[in-house]
């Protein structure tokens, strides 16, 4: 059975940063496509970043260069450094793994506001 469980959301002010984590089980992580997707309220879910197997890194142009995806594969997580944070990216973050099967999280709630 697979698992991804989100870790790391909270209230920031803007300016700030976080730090997400998702760690999976019941995969072979290694080789899956690992990334963050986002859904503010109203809105439908939205690409945020992946990461591939070889740690190829691909990010959408509204967080570029304030957002960084990375893995640790001894690990089975994938993690989402959010820096810069404006009250825009206020959304649930939810972890995303697809191979030949896409998996979905529960979602971490992250709330940029003063």
């Known amino acids: 059975q697979v698992h991804l469980v989100e870790s790391g959301g909270e209230l920031v002010q803007p300016g700030g940063s976080l730090r997400l984590s998702c760690a999976a089980s019941?995969?072979?992580?290694?080789?899956?496509?690992m990334g963050w997707y986002r859904q503010a309220p109203g809105e439908e879910r939205r690409f945020v970043a992946t990461i591939t197997s070889s740690s190829g890194t691909n990010y959408a142009d509204s967080v570029k260069g304030r957002f960084t995806i990375s893995r640790d594969n001894a690990k089975n997580t994938v993690f989402l450094q959010m820096n810069s944070l404006k009250p825009e990216d206020t959304a649930v973050y939810y972890c995303y793994a697809g191979w030949v099967s896409d998996y979905w999280g529960q979602g971490t709630q992250v709330t940029v506001s003063s």
């Open positions: 019941g995969i072979t992580f290694s080789i899956y496509t």
